[in-house]
């Protein structure tokens, strides 16, 4: 989450404990809300918001926060859908652990695909409207929302799905970034 989180917005100068230790306060706070609580809504909830309160720690405007949080739990229910649809396409039936690790594994492979893909790294003092940043944030918004009501047999199929939504949110996401370096460049050719 870390890695991804930095793919988007660019870290405040504030000593590397600090970010450690709100990462592992997220960490203890959403392990917690899962393992003892066991509620659907208390896990989204400790994921959503702890994300959320941690994208303060990155110099960025309200939108990009917004927008970096849904992204990045959008990402994660991605993967743990398209694992949970993996194993019982495969029918493994003791798949916790195993998914936990590969989520982490994936995301992990997602964050370093962002940061290779996406070449302004959404860093420059550039002026884009907030609009742009809530259409963005639609995209994965809505892949969560057809996942979820197309998903309901997990199997073949809802794997397929599940790459194809993810295809088209890295495809608009790229060429989000495209668009962003030209304003970049627009912003920078009339201030000359």
């Known amino acids: 989450i870390y890695l991804l989180i930095g793919a988007f917005i660019e870290k405040k100068d504030i000593k590397r404990y ?4 709100v990462y592992f306060l997220f960490y203890i706070i959403n392990s917690c809300g899962y393992l003892l609580l066991e509620s659907s809504i208390v896990n989204i909830t400790t994921n959503v ?5 941690i994208t303060f720690l990155y110099k960025t405007k309200l939108f990009k926060r917004i927008f970096v949080t849904i992204l990045v739990c959008a990402m994660a229910m991605f993967w743990e859908a ?10 493994i039936s003791d ?6 690790f590969s989520e982490s594994m994936l995301l992990f492979f997602t964050a370093r695909l962002a940061q290779l893909l996406l070449k302004s790294r959404f860093e420059k003092n550039t002026y884009i409207k907030g609009i742009y940043y809530v259409a963005l944030a639609f ?3 809505s892949s969560i929302v057809i996942g979820y009501l197309t998903l309901t047999n997990w ?3 809802a794997l397929i799905i599940a790459v194809l939504l993810l295809s088209i949110n890295f495809l ?3 060429m989000f970034d495209e668009i962003e370096l030209t304003y970049i460049s627009r912003q920078e050719a009339d201030s000359i």
């Open 18 to 21: 600090i970010y450690f230790g």
């Open 49 to 53: 918001i702890p994300v959320f309160l």
């Open 82 to 91: 398209v694992l949970y649809a993996l194993f019982s396409y495969l029918k």
């Open 95 to 100: 798949y916790e652990s195993i998914c936990l």
């Open 139 to 141: 995209v994965p918004l």
């Open 155 to 157: 199997g073949l199929e």
């Open 172 to 174: 608009v996401f790229y």
